[in-house]
């Protein structure tokens, strides 16, 4: 049976369509791309990022779930993307769902999945080339530690220089971190 069958019909699309909207939402947060390249580059490495997620048991069988079926609605994807002044509101709603309809650990997982999608957009654009080396072997390991340090990069500006992210996306992962733990 499949994890996401527990969930209303609704509640499924909300839960699938963060994986890409929390993508869309960080990329269009920042100020300093040019042009639709770097957009495209942006979505690029968020659905490498959704297929990673979806091919690994990392962060448990909804997560891979929700990033797998993320991908295979592409007739969405549309939709999603123009759906992200939300974005926010609607983690909180995802989190209400999952605290309701999930388990313990299914949680903790889901908001590492969608601050890994998020830090990953957000990097695309200015990757260095040792980022983009670690996009083969590792490269997921190499994304869950970023995002279990984003929130301790939150207090310490030096952190996010490693990151390698706009100070525009440093304040939307900041207010995805706040809204996953409150």
């Not at 091919?55 to 123009?82: F, H, I, P, Y």
């Not at 605290?99 to 999608?117: C, D, N, R, W, Y």
Request: hydrophobic share 40%.
């Amino acid at each position: 049976m499949s994890e996401l069958q527990r969930f209303l019909p609704a509640d499924q699309d909300l839960l699938v369509g963060l994986f890409l909207r929390v993508g869309y939402w960080i990329s269009g947060i920042d100020d300093t791309d040019i042009g639709d390249g770097s957009e495209q580059q942006e979505e690029s490495q968020m659905l490498k990022i959704l297929k990673k997620l979806s091919q690994s048991d990392k962060l448990g069988v909804l997560c891979a779930e929700l990033a797998s079926e993320a991908l295979r609605q592409k007739g969405n994807w549309t939709r999603w993307s123009t759906q992200t002044d939300t974005v926010l509101e609607d983690v909180k709603k995802a989190k209400d769902l999952i605290i309701t309809q999930g388990t313990v650990e299914e949680l903790p997982h889901f908001g590492k999945a969608l601050v890994m999608i998020a830090t990953a957009v957000a990097q695309a654009f200015r990757e260095e080339a040792e980022d983009v080396a670690q996009e083969g072997n590792g490269y997921l390991s190499w994304l869950s530690e970023k995002a279990t340090h984003v929130a301790l990069a939150i207090n310490d500006r030096a952190a996010y220089k490693d990151l390698n992210i706009s100070p525009a996306e440093d304040s939307a992962l900041n207010d995805l971190l706040t809204t996953l733990k409150g």
